[in-house]
């Protein structure tokens, strides 16, 4: 097993080190973008004078055969070694001796330090994972307006909830909507993330190369198609690039921030879901039973995405933690961000396919007349009365404390009948605006619905 350093040392690394400090174990998920950062790189060298075209065709032709691999799911790394830019350096020096070009494999890292590789290649990583959770952020934002438009054309209103109390009526329409508009600025941070990474070569190990990168790294742009709109620049502070993480925390909370509105999505729908709310039916394939108790079907999607959450919280405070305290340049405790940052796309994605899966009209179905139960309920109106008080000049601060009073009467076991049931002499006790005829009107949930006019409404 080669290494790319050693010269100096008389020793062999002691067997709990090199365990110790192994990390091709999770690193080799950036084996893809490893081999991109070396195309991008050889380039450089080859117009900076360092590599003849014969080596650079021969080292292009050897890099483009391990991502052929890996794209192919054929790629299997030795976990002995101690990083993946050490198996690939390794792997590439084997191969292209078998073709004659072994030198040109120990060119590839003229002017290079695995601190500036391993900067690029997680970058590289972080923005097309980034492009594959938006993609997939967005079926489930589109599955989301379409619940929100399909029920606000059913004219479908549920209690709303303040403090898991009932509060006033909503459009089932707009909780849905409410989620959306979460979920958008969700994906408004990744896309900022994406414009915050700059993809840079030529910082070595801290201090830039020989290498004019303002010349050379132009022809380097356009390697591959996954960068997109992105291009290589050299770095505009080399110690800065090598040591910063501010991507990969920016990210981490992005994604716990999105993992947290995913959380609160199913907290609402596993409320529901039980017999005390029984607001709707999630398809049983969807669900889990018991192993003991026959009747059980259980949410267990929802709980699993709401459990997840705690991994993303978790991730992101691990990397704050680590790079707290980290003098410049760079550290080996920076190592330590990839396993946060692999499990937290893992674990998001994951949410996002699943919910997309489920969150659709024919895996959700709403439960109208346990809902219209509930939203008989006679104290979700009060507001709409004082509303109405208000709108006959009475101050509202009043109008606040007589349907105050009115409720409390309701509820105080001295009077068991239905607001909208009580005569106009004992309702004119409370204020004479106040009849039968008018509290039957506002006790209605289109009405209270429909009545709110300073919020936009989700076109049917």
């Known amino acids: 097993m080669s290494k790319l350093w050693g010269g100096r040392f008389k020793k062999p690394t002691n067997k709990f080190v090199e365990v110790f400090g192994r990390s091709i174990q999770f690193d080799y998920k950036l084996a893809r973008y490893d081999c991109f950062g070396s195309l991008a790189h050889i380039q450089i060298l080859k117009d900076a004078g360092l590599l003849l075209p014969a080596e650079y065709?021969?080292?292009?032709?050897?890099?483009?055969?391990?991502?052929?691999?890996?794209?192919?799911?054929?790629?299997?790394?030795?976990?002995?070694?101690?990083?993946?830019?050490?198996?690939?350096?390794?792997?590439?020096?084997?191969?292209?001796?078998?073709?004659?070009?072994?030198?040109?494999?120990?060119?590839?890292?003229?002017?290079?330090?695995?601190n500036d590789q391993v900067v690029f290649d997680t970058k590289l990583y972080c923005l097309i994972n980034i492009e594959e959770t938006a993609s997939i952020l967005s079926v489930l934002r589109d599955h989301l307006l379409d619940l929100a438009k399909k029920t606000a054309e059913q004219q479908i209103f549920i209690?709303?909830?303040?403090?898991?109390?009932?509060?006033?009526?909503?459009?089932?329409?707009?909780?849905?909507?409410?989620?959306?508009?979460?979920?958008?600025?969700?994906?408004?941070?990744?896309?900022?993330?994406?414009?915050?990474?700059?993809?840079?070569?030529?910082?070595?190990?801290?201090?830039?190369?020989?290498?004019?990168?303002?010349?050379?790294?132009?022809?380097?742009?356009?390697?591959?198609?996954?960068?997109?709109?992105?291009?290589?620049?050299?770095?505009?502070?080399?110690?800065?690039?090598?040591?910063?993480?501010d991507f990969v925390i920016e990210i981490l909370s992005a994604l716990a921030i999105l993992g947290m509105h995913l959380s609160r999505l199913s907290e609402d729908m596993i409320l529901w879901a039980s017999k005390e709310f029984d607001f709707i039916d999630i398809d049983d394939?969807?669900?889990t039973g018991s192993?003991?108790?026959?009747?059980?079907k259980n949410p267990d999607v929802f709980e699993l995405v709401r459990g997840q959450t705690g991994r993303l919280y978790g991730n992101l405070m691990n990397v704050l933690v680590v790079m707290k305290g980290l003098p410049?340049?760079?550290?080996?405790?920076?190592?330590?961000?990839?396993?946060?940052?692999?499990?937290?796309?893992?674990?998001?994605?994951?949410?996002?396919?699943?919910?997309?899966?489920?969150?659709?009209?024919?895996?959700?179905?709403?439960?109208?007349k346990n809902i219209e139960n509930q939203l008989k309920d006679e104290s979700l109106y009060a507001t709409d009365i004082a509303d109405y008080l208000v709108k006959n000049q009475v101050p509202f601060k009043k109008a606040h404390e007589i349907v105050g009073k009115l409720i409390a009467l309701k509820y105080s076991g001295k009077e068991e009948e239905q607001l909208r049931d009580l005569d106009d002499s004992v309702l004119k006790e409370y204020h004479p605006l106040l009849n039968s005829k008018i509290i039957k009107q506002i006790i209605n949930p289109r009405t209270s619905v429909e009545s709110k006019e300073s919020v936009k409404r989700i076109k049917r």
């Open 57 to 114: 065709d021969a080292l292009a032709k050897g890099l483009k055969v391990i991502i052929q691999e890996i794209e192919n799911d054929q790629f299997i790394p030795d976990f002995s070694f101690e990083d993946i830019h050490s198996y690939i350096q390794s792997r590439l020096e084997k191969d292209l001796e078998k073709e004659g070009f072994g030198e040109a494999a120990l060119k590839l890292h003229t002017c290079r330090s695995r």
């Open 285 to 287: 394939a969807f669900c």
């Open 328 to 368: 410049l340049a760079y550290n080996r405790d920076m190592q330590h961000d990839k396993e946060p940052l692999f499990d937290s796309f893992k674990v998001i994605q994951q949410s996002l396919r699943v919910l997309a899966e489920l969150l659709t009209n024919k895996n959700i179905s709403f439960k109208t």
């Open 291 to 296: 192993s003991l108790m026959p009747q059980k």
């Open 159 to 245: 209690p709303g909830y303040t403090h898991l109390q009932h509060a006033i009526p909503v459009a089932l329409g707009e909780y849905f909507h409410a989620y959306y508009e979460m979920l958008t600025r969700d994906h408004k941070r990744l896309m900022n993330a994406i414009g915050n990474i700059e993809l840079t070569l030529g910082s070595g190990a801290l201090a830039g190369t020989f290498i004019n990168s303002q010349k050379y790294n132009q022809n380097a742009v356009k390697f591959v198609a996954e960068l997109k709109s992105k291009i290589i620049t050299p770095p505009s502070n080399s110690l800065d690039a090598v040591s910063d993480r």
